[in-house]
C-alpha cells in the first residue's frame, strides 16, 4: 500500500547503536502499529497507537520505544540494539472497522 | 490470550492444482484477515470474513469462515507461479479492538 511509507528500507548497523525507524501515511488514519516479522513466526505487535495521544504496549515491546508525533506518523526506536532484533518490521494503519493497511517493510541487521 | 494456529507451514505443489490452507483460532473470531507476502516484501491484503459462514472469492482464491467463526481455509484453484509466497492469517480476537494477531504464516511454493 503505497500510502503507508517506511524509511528507511534497508538498515544495517551495530549491537549498541541507537536506531529510529520511521512511518509515514496519507490515509488520514487514526491508528498505527509496529510489527515485527521473524522467520516461521508470523507477524508480532510491538507497540501500537489509537490516537496521537494514545500508546499501548504489544505483545513484544522491550528494547523498542515509540513516538506518534502526529497522526500521520509513527516512529519506532531501539535505544541499543542488540543481534536478536535483527528482523524485517513493518508499519501498519487502520481506522475502526477496517483492515490494516501495511507499509513496505524496514530490513533491520544488527551485527 | 487468542492464539491463531496456521497449517501447513509449508506446502510445495505442482502447477495446475488445488490446495488449502486452513488457520485455526482458539477464541471465536471476529474478524479473519487473509494477507500474502511475498518473500521479503511488504503484506498483500487478500480477503476479509466477518460472519459465520462467510465465502469470498478473488480470481482463483476463496476464503472461508466457519459457522462457528474459529476456523478459517484459504484454498486456491488452479495453482500459478504467481500463487506462491507466504499466506497470512491475522485476527481481531477481541472485538474491533484493532489490534491483529496473526497466524505463524504458511509458505507455498508452486512448481512450473
Known amino acids: 500500500d503505497a500510502d503507508v511509507t517506511q524509511t528507511p528500507r534497508n538498515r544495517i548497523t551495530k549491537t549498541g547503536k541507537r536506531i529510529m525507524l520511521e512511518c509515514s501515511q496519507t490515509k488520514g488514519h487514526d491508528r498505527m502499529y509496529w510489527y515485527r516479522q521473524d522467520p516461521g513466526l508470523g507477524l508480532q505487535l510491538i507497540y501500537y497507537?489509537?490516537?496521537?495521544?494514545?500508546?499501548n504496549k504489544g505483545e513484544i515491546s522491550d528494547g523498542y520505544s515509540v513516538s506518534r508525533q502526529a497522526q500521520a506518523k509513527f516512529s519506532l526506536s531501539l535505544e541499543s540494539a542488540i543481534p536478536n532484533q535483527t528482523a524485517l518490521y513493518f508499519c501498519?494503519?487502520?481506522?475502526?472497522?477496517?483492515?490494516?493497511?501495511f507499509g513496505p517493510g524496514t530490513r533491520l541487521t544488527v551485527l | 490470550s487468542q492464539e491463531l494456529e496456521q497449517s501447513p507451514q509449508s506446502l510445495i505443489v505442482q502447477e495446475g492444482k488445488n490446495l488449502t490452507i486452513n488457520c485455526t483460532s482458539s477464541k471465536t473470531l471476529y474478524g479473519l484477515y487473509w494477507y500474502k507476502q511475498k518473500y521479503g516484501e511488504g503484506l498483500i491484503f487478500l480477503m476479509m470474513l466477518q460472519k459465520g459462514g462467510e465465502e469470498k472469492s478473488h480470481e482463483k482464491i476463496t476464503a472461508k469462515l466457519d459457522e462457528k467463526k474459529q476456523q478459517s481455509s484459504l484454498h486456491i484453484t488452479a495453482s500459478q507461479p504467481s500463487h506462491a509466497g507466504i499466506y497470512l492469517c491475522?485476527?481481531?480476537?477481541?472485538?474491533?479492538?484493532?489490534?491483529?494477531?496473526f497466524g505463524q504464516g504458511t509458505t507455498l511454493q508452486v512448481k512450473p
Open positions: 491475522g485476527a481481531d480476537g477481541s472485538g474491533n479492538t484493532g489490534k491483529l494477531i
Open positions: 501498519a494503519t487502520s481506522d475502526a472497522g477496517t483492515r490494516e493497511f
Open positions: 497507537s489509537f490516537d496521537v495521544k494514545d500508546i
